[in-house]
């Protein structure tokens, strides 16, 4: 469904968040050991959620990763997404057809098509600050 790097960045950004709304930054090297994410294939994720403001990123012997409450509360799923991967997961054709449309359809279209519905509205109204509370409070993990 997602990319590897979008999967990577979606736990990255979660991760970053639980650790700011407790006052915290963090390294790379932090980001991916909570993760499970190789340190290298990290910071490249991050470089591209720094750049679309998603995370920011001090340098320095006191630097790392965080967010700002506010941005936490702001930022949803689709936001992350689109910065990885763009929207080609609402688009592009479910069996990779390199032309797909109501006029002419592949065999999933129609199911398909129901179903980005949902789940782009799932991604639109999911915030950082939801699933963060949740890995906070222990409900969920991020790495098993």
Known sequence: MFSKACEH??????????RSLEGKR???DDVAENTGTPE????????LL???NIVQSLTGPSGGFEMDVNK????????????IDGDAVYSDCALGLSSCDDD???????KFSGWRGGFKKMLETTTVAAL?????????TLIR
């Open 50 to 52: 720094t750049r679309h």
């Open 72 to 83: 936490i509360k702001q930022v949803k799923v689709i936001d992350i997404v689109r910065a």
């Open 9 to 18: 960045g979606i736990k990255a950004v979660i991760y970053i968040a639980t």
């Open 40 to 47: 290298a294939y990290t910071g490249k994720v991050l470089g």
């Open 104 to 110: 002419d359809p592949c065999p999933m279209h129609d």
């Open 132 to 140: 963060a509370t949740k890995l906070q409070s222990g409900q969920t």
């Open 26 to 28: 963090v390294k790379i």
